[in-house]
């Protein structure tokens, strides 16, 4: 019997052992356990060891303080112009109050789920295609302030939305593309247009600076021929300057030279016939010969008329 007894008795130490230990938790980083007392919330247990006590407490919910993804599928939304379009969107959010998690609403993300489905109609709604597809970070804002400001209650923070894909009906996909089509052409027309005006007017330009830079060596040319011509007149007066100093200065030399021989009156007489003789060398030419010389011309004169009569009888 005593054996039995003993037997008995450490069963049931090794069973309490077993309960005692199976009822210590260490709540992991990151995650928060929701204790529930006799049914009752009790208490939120944070990152750390605890002891709950058997068959009184009981671990409700174990929630994840992270921040999570939620990627919710594709959802028909109307645009203001009557285009059924497809919008998924993905959630970005966090887990602050355990407690309002776990009892604030049943499956708390179909709800969030929902909550952005209809919330999303609503803003699309007030918008036509091209202005739901170029205002994605208007929509993103005004869903996030929405979500959060819902999801409060909850012990959610939504932190970030964001509109994955937009997707329009396949007829107006092939109409936006034949658009986009479009507009590249008129891009390129427009480009190939400016670059073929550029060119024209650099060969303008090209032919401008030509005809300038010829125009300006005409015009040194011509200044440099007149310079030349200049220096050559310049040149030629010089030469003939010169040659009547020269003559003037020989003329001065011979009227000094015959005035030191202190010639003859005759000679002079002769001299002065002479001068007369050459100055009497053109047709138009009239001649006033001084009374001192007219003697001494007629005796000239009558000499070369004998002389001329006296040549036939030396022929005969």
Known sequence: MPSVALIIVGILLLVILIIIISNVKIVPQAKSYVIERLGAYYVTWETGLHVKIPFIDRISRVVLRKEQVADFPPQPVITKDNVTIQIDTVVFFQITDPKLYTYGVERPMQAIENLTATTLRNIIGELELDNTLTSRDVINSKIRLILDEATDPWGIKVNRVELKNILPPREIQDAMEKQMKAERERREAILRAEGEKRSQILVAEGRKESQILEAEADKQAAILKAEAVKEAK?????????????????????????????????????????????????????????????????????LAALGRKEQPSADE
């Not at 010169?242 to 003559?247: C, D, P, Y």
């Not at 000094?256 to 000679?267: D, G, I, Y």
């Not at 002769?270 to 050459?278: I, P, R, V, Y």
């Open 234 to 302: 310049i040149r030629e007066a010089e030469g003939e300057a010169r040659a009547i100093m020269q003559v003037q200065t020989a003329l001065a030399d011979s009227i000094k030279l015959l005035n030191e021989a202190n010639p003859r009156q005759s000679v002079l007489t002769m001299k002065s016939l002479e001068a007369f003789e050459k100055a009497a060398d053109g047709k138009a030419t009239k001649i006033i010969i001084p009374s001192e010389i007219q003697g001494l011309a007629g005796l000239a004169t009558s």
